[in-house]
């Protein structure tokens, strides 16, 4: 979800880069495309951390000039990058895991029906 929110928050900054709209306008566009329809319902589906920092970024986004929109979202984009090495670590971490435990699982498995 966080390479998602990533490239979602990206696509925001061009948007707001590039096109000069409103970015209530630019945000709902992207929420239209289904690469981004899981982020319809409020964020539903991210973490609290996540969650946290899109709550926070929209509340912000559309106060300052375009400047100042486009240096908070690369400090938006440092933590989600930050939040989605976090992430892949544990993902590693705990297949590291599920394989020794099904190892282990399938040793203890064997020797008690030999």
């Given at each position: 979800?966080?390479?998602?929110?990533?490239?979602?928050?990206?696509?925001?900054?061009?948007?707001?880069?590039?096109?000069?709209?409103?970015?209530?306008?630019?945000?709902?566009?992207?929420?239209?495309?289904?690469?981004?329809?899981?982020?319809r319902?409020?964020?539903?589906?991210?973490?609290?951390?996540?969650?946290?920092?899109?709550?926070?970024?929209?509340?912000?986004?559309?106060?300052?000039?375009?400047?100042?929109?486009?240096?908070?979202?690369?400090?938006?984009?440092?933590?989600?990058?930050?939040?989605?090495?976090?992430?892949?670590?544990?993902?590693q971490?705990?297949?590291?895991?599920?394989?020794?435990?099904?190892?282990?699982?399938?040793?203890?498995?064997?020797?008690?029906?030999?």
């Amino acid at each position: 979800q966080a390479k998602l929110l990533h490239g979602f928050f990206s696509d925001v900054k061009e948007g707001i880069r590039f096109t000069g709209a409103e970015t209530y306008e630019i945000v709902n566009s992207l929420l239209a495309k289904d690469e981004y329809k899981c982020f319809r319902n409020n964020f539903a589906d991210l973490s609290k951390e996540e969650r946290t920092i899109c709550t926070t970024a929209f509340s912000r986004l559309g106060k300052t000039d375009t400047y100042g929109q486009l240096e908070y979202l690369s400090g938006v984009l440092k933590k989600i990058e930050a939040i989605r090495i976090k992430a892949e670590q544990e993902l590693q971490e705990k297949s590291k895991l599920y394989l020794t435990l099904g190892l282990c699982s399938g040793a203890m498995i064997t020797i008690i029906i030999i």
